[in-house]
């Protein structure tokens, strides 16, 4: 079976700090990976897709980065962290090809001080 | 770009009480999707619906789809305090995932 992981689950961040949040899937193979944010109460944000390794769209221009070094690795990352980035960030993975819904990682909380 | 409606945004309701959350969404899409998210936790998948007239059922929850209308359903019926929780619709396009801003269902005793 597949399954996803997120670490850190929980991070505290000073304003300016670099950000690197790690997404792994295992159990499958070539899956689009997904980077969302949600705001307190708020709906999901996407922020950058992955349709295979080194490939990324990213959705809204921010300081934000993802990088996919592997093919069940996503990476999302920040050089300079802004208060406005706190939230709770999801990473998701969907099957490559054909009708397939969104499985959705544990999370991590980021809080920006 | 494809928008996602969902409303209401809020739900307070009794229970035991029915009532549904509505779905619109503005492209033609035939794969139409329902998650809940608890507080401070992830989304759970509820529902795949992948065709006009797709009804599912599990529980106290029932899902359908009606493309032609781009309008999708989530009924709650005698709704208990479990359900309380955040429910989002989202709509496939391609690679992307474009999701709904959410209802917030409370359940009161």
């Known amino acids: 079976s597949q399954t996803i992981h997120q670490w850190p689950a929980t991070l505290v961040q000073p304003v300016g700090s670099p950000l690197s949040l790690e997404c792994t899937v295992e159990?499958?193979?070539?899956?689009?990976l997904y980077w969302y944010r949600q705001a307190a109460g708020r709906g999901l944000q996407l922020l950058f897709y992955?349709?295979?390794?080194?490939?990324i769209s990213s959705e809204v221009p921010q300081n934000l980065s993802a990088s996919r070094p592997q093919d069940r690795q996503f990476i999302l990352s920040s050089k300079k962290l802004l208060l406005s980035d706190s939230g709770f960030y999801l990473c998701?993975?969907?099957?490559?090809?054909?009708?397939?819904?969104?499985?959705f990682g544990p999370g991590t909380r980021l809080t920006v001080t | 770009e494809l928008k996602v409606e969902q409303n209401p945004l809020f739900l307070s309701m009794q229970e035991g009480k029915n009532y549904t959350i509505y779905c619109n969404y503005s492209t033609t899409s035939d794969r139409l999707y329902w998650y809940r998210q608890d507080p401070g936790k992830s989304l759970e998948s509820l529902f795949v619906?992948?065709?006009?007239?797709a009804v599912k059922q599990e529980g106290r929850l029932m899902a359908s789809l009606d493309t032609k209308a781009r309008l999708s359903t989530l009924h709650i019926t005698a709704a208990v305090h479990d359900l309380s929780a955040t429910y989002f619709c989202a709509v496939s396009l391609g690679n992307q995932f474009y999701f709904g801003t959410g209802t917030s269902l409370t359940v009161i005793p």
């Open positions: 619906l992948l065709s006009n007239g």
């Open positions: 992955s349709v295979g390794i080194g490939q």
């Open positions: 998701a993975w969907s099957a490559g090809q054909g009708i397939s819904e969104q499985y």
């Open positions: 159990g499958t193979s070539n899956p689009n």
